[in-house]
């Protein structure tokens, strides 16, 4: 690791950065320095234009991708070179304002029979459940299961935020069985070796990867015809307890939303609401000439 990255990577965890943060921009940062095959703290104004020129016209990547791009460096100039932003008329790409992909509870189900894999379907089950992140899924920790209370504790989740969520007593109960498999001490999904290991000793969880294309493999199997990812699961739990009438604000909680506005979108999503709105309009109508 060059020192600069050394630097780089510091100045982020002590400014509380979230580790898959660090990661993106760590990346983006490396990508810059192979694209013109010298350390990013000599690259030129007009380079470091046509370096975002380059992702966007060139590599046609996502807004989003871009805007990760354009934070990394920024983050490396102002914080770890300590130089002004010299790119201050860089325009951002705005942000595609997309509604995410929502399962029907006969999809998710049809969907979670079809991941063979036991301790995929494990995982993924309770990512649906309990509405988690995929890391947070992957990353569950025997001790953040409170039986007695019958919830299930994140710590640490985005934006560094502690939230507590209902267990339901068939995902326990799923959890026990699956945890008799391996009886890892730490880990509810722990890595395995390709030698068949069941992961009682195993210090690591199991990486993401494998779930998302266990997951991307349903959904070809079953003939969906919706670009449906893991976390469809959460934006898919979160809208059917819209519809089964849980109060919104319950929901943000559980969800670790800071704003409720961000909670607020699953309200264009769900059936219920789209045949009150209906009704609601109708009924203020009737009395039209």
């Known amino acids: 690791m060059t020192p600069l990255r050394q630097r780089m990577l510091e100045n982020m965890q002590l400014r ?3 580790a898959r943060t660090q990661e993106s921009y760590l990346a983006a940062v490396q990508q810059l320095a192979l694209h013109f095959a010298r350390s990013p703290d000599l690259l030129t104004e007009e380079q470091l234009r046509h370096s975002f020129l380059y992702l966007r016209n060139d590599k046609r990547l996502a807004p989003n991708t871009v805007n990760v791009a354009l934070n990394a460096v920024k983050f490396l100039y102002l914080h770890t070179l300590q130089r002004s932003w010299p790119l201050r ?28 894999l036991p301790h995929y379907r494990a995982c993924l ?9 995929l890391l947070e899924g992957v990353r569950l920790q025997v001790s953040q299961i409170d039986s007695a209370r019958m919830q299930l504790h994140i710590r640490g989740g985005k934006g560094n935020k502690d939230r ?21 001490p730490v880990w509810l999904v722990p890595s395995r070796s390709p030698t ?36 469809s699961l959460r934006h898919s739990w979160a809208t059917h307890l819209l519809e089964s009438g849980v ?32 009704d609601a309009l109708e009924q203020l109508t009737s009395g039209m000439p």
């Open 247 to 278: 109060n919104l604000r319950l929901i943000q909680l559980w969800m670790g939303h800071t704003s409720p506005t961000t909670t607020a979108i699953y309200t264009h999503l769900t059936r219920n609401a789209e045949q009150l709105a209906s």
């Open 125 to 133: 089950s309770v990512i649906y459940a309990c509405g988690l992140r």
């Open 164 to 184: 507590a969520i209902p267990l339901p007593e068939r995902t326990l109960i799923l959890l026990r069985v699956h945890w008799l498999t391996h009886r890892n």
């Open 89 to 116: 008329d860089l325009v951002r790409p705005p942000l595609p304002q997309k509604l995410p992909v929502v399962l029907s509870v006969e999809q998710v189900w049809q969907l979670l029979e079809h991941i063979r």
């Open 16 to 18: 509380s950065l979230a």
């Open 196 to 231: 068949g290991d069941q992961g009682a000793t195993a210090s690591v969880p199991m990486e993401e990867s494998g779930r998302k294309s266990a997951f991307r493999r349903a959904v070809q199997e079953v003939g969906l015809n919706k670009p449906a990812s893991v976390h």
